[in-house]
């Protein structure tokens, strides 16, 4: 074995995972990053309107939430997420108890 291999086997994950209770939806870079840009606010809506999102005030369906937004075309990636966590706003995610 090289010294490489070794190395990648005794590497820890980059993120520990904890035991604590579990959070309702799904983080919004995960629904962004299933996306292509420039995309039109429809667009979103019909290929992921029904997902539910994480937000501050607990979870939402990404329609609901853009239908707050006035965009109606997000030409990036950060455009679509700066106007959907404007819409949210920032805080922490509650978790079930």
Not at 12 to 25: F, Q, R, S, T
């Amino acid at each position: 074995m090289s010294d490489d291999e070794d190395s990648e086997e005794e590497e820890e994950p980059a993120v520990e995972l904890g035991e604590g209770p579990d959070v309702e939806g799904a983080p919004l870079a995960r629904v962004a990053s299933r996306l292509t840009w420039g995309i039109e606010k429809s667009t979103v809506v019909d290929r992921e309107g029904d997902v539910t999102i994480r937000t501050p005030d607990g979870p939402r369906e990404l329609a609901d939430v853009l239908a707050e937004v006035d965009l109606t075309y997000f030409q990036s990636r950060q455009e679509f997420t700066g106007a959907v966590r404007d819409a949210i706003g920032d805080g922490p995610v509650p978790t079930e108890s």
